[in-house]
């Protein structure tokens, strides 16, 4: 019979679903788990259909797997292959269905990225404070350069690539190139003296400071601050066209104009193409016919108003006018005597009608009589005349003589 008694503290009874999500649980929960680099080597890598990408990243003493879903793999900026050394970041989580934690990643990059990236933030800083970055630094890009200098790598497809835009866009620009390497330790030495040599040799009106994609170690020349500040000190606008679309490095900066690719430098370097220029001839020339069809026609409308008017002030022209305004003048004079004959009249019959009005006949004529003594003189009062006395009496149509009775003086 078996003695042994039960424990009174059993321990907790899981199943491998639950303890798989207490662990995973237990993995998000941490912070620092949730946002992390991890340095090591790619191996089994692997690129299904689904767009996700799997491998493993390990070293000497150890694996980890990952995986970086589609929407992040398609931002990444460089080409993963087994046996790179890369810093990944990401989240540690645990895989339910397979039991294994692994890392979900979302950012890779070369092994020492991350301290040239603080090197580059660190020069940036540097150099901007310094005002080469300034807006106002800018100097505009000439329309139709006739010299255009390039540094670059003689073997690269980046130099293949602008000399074809150049020569489709500007054929008859002079195209001066001033070789130099575009990556390593000797690069930025080779990049200043380039921009020198052209600047002081050949004094192009702009200058293409282009390389084609890489890594930022790759890139890594275009931020060494010589060349930085060589491209600040350009006599010549400079234009690069460094990596790709998303490289930015510092000479993008200091330049007077940045250009996602070289290709795109070119473009930018020639903002007038051959076939603009054409164009815009074509366009003038349709323009001057116009104007000078305009202007012929205004010429002949001028003519013929000059000989319009010669016409008019020509001697038989003046006579028949001279003559017309006669007649004219004749017949003013004939309507102003004869109005002036009417008002005449008009103003003799007002003045006889006055005349009548005033005249003392006309006042004998209504029944009145001029009184006057034997002088002449006329009598308008009563005391003129006594008794006896022989007045005369005026009447329309004569006169008659009178004495004075008694009777009229009382």
């Not at 589609?70 to 970041?89: F, I, K, P, S, Y």
């Not at 940036?124 to 300034?134: N, P, Q, S, Y």
């Not at 349709?286 to 016409?311: C, F, I, K, P």
Request: glycine fraction near 6%; proline fraction near 5%; include cysteine.
């Amino acid at each position: 019979m078996d003695m042994a008694q039960p424990s009174l503290f059993a321990s907790l009874r899981w199943t491998v679903s639950e303890l798989t999500r207490y662990l995973r649980q237990l993995l998000e929960s941490d912070p620092m788990l949730q946002d992390v680099w991890v340095q090591g080597e790619i191996s089994n890598l692997s690129r299904p259909s689904s767009g996700h990408v799997y491998f493993t990243l390990k070293d000497a003493g150890a694996a980890l797997r990952c995986v970086i879903w589609r929407t992040d793999a398609q931002r990444l900026r460089m080409n993963l292959q087994d046996g790179l050394a890369v810093e990944v970041h990401g989240k540690v989580s645990l895989y339910e269905a397979g039991g294994q934690y692994q890392l979900y990643a979302d950012q890779i990059r070369p092994v020492g990225e991350g301290a040239l990236f603080q090197e580059f933030l660190r020069l940036k800083a540097l150099l901007e404070a310094e005002g080469l970055f300034a807006p106002e630094r800018k100097r505009p890009i000439p329309s139709m350069p006739r010299r255009i200098g390039i540094v670059t790598s003689p073997s690269g497809a980046a130099l293949r690539d602008m000399l074809q835009t150049l020569r489709r866009r500007m054929p008859l620009a002079e195209v001066i190139l001033a070789p130099a390497p575009v990556q390593g330790a000797d690069a930025p030495d080779a990049l200043v003296a380039a921009l020198s040599d052209l600047n002081r040799l050949a004094q192009p009106d702009v200058i293409l400071l282009a390389r084609g994609g890489g890594s930022i170690e790759d890139l890594w020349a275009f931020n060494d601050e010589r060349v930085v500040r060589a491209v600040a000190a350009s006599e010549a606008p400079v234009i690069t066209g460094v990596g790709h679309e998303t490289d930015f490095t510092l000479v993008d900066f200091a330049a007077d104009l940045r250009a996602p690719t070289p290709t795109a430098a070119a473009e930018l370097a020639t903002p007038v193409s051959q076939a603009e220029l054409w164009a815009g001839l074509a366009d003038l020339k349709s323009r001057l016919g116009t104007a000078l069809q305009v202007r012929v026609t205004w010429q002949q409308r001028q003519v013929e108003a000059l000989n319009n008017r010669l016409h008019f002030v020509s001697l038989e022209r003046r006579i028949l006018s001279n003559r017309q305004q006669l007649d004219e003048m004749d017949r003013r004079a004939v309507r102003a005597t004869t109005h002036r004959l009417k008002l005449e009249q008009e103003r003799l019959r007002g003045l006889e009608r006055r005349l009548l009005t005033l005249n003392p006949l006309a006042v004998l004529a209504r029944g009145f009589a001029v009184v006057q003594r034997a002088d002449g003189s006329l009598v308008r009062r009563l005391a003129q005349v006594q008794t006896g006395d022989h007045l005369r009496i005026r009447v329309s149509d004569g006169e008659f003589g009178v004495e004075v009775k008694p009777s009229l003086k009382e």
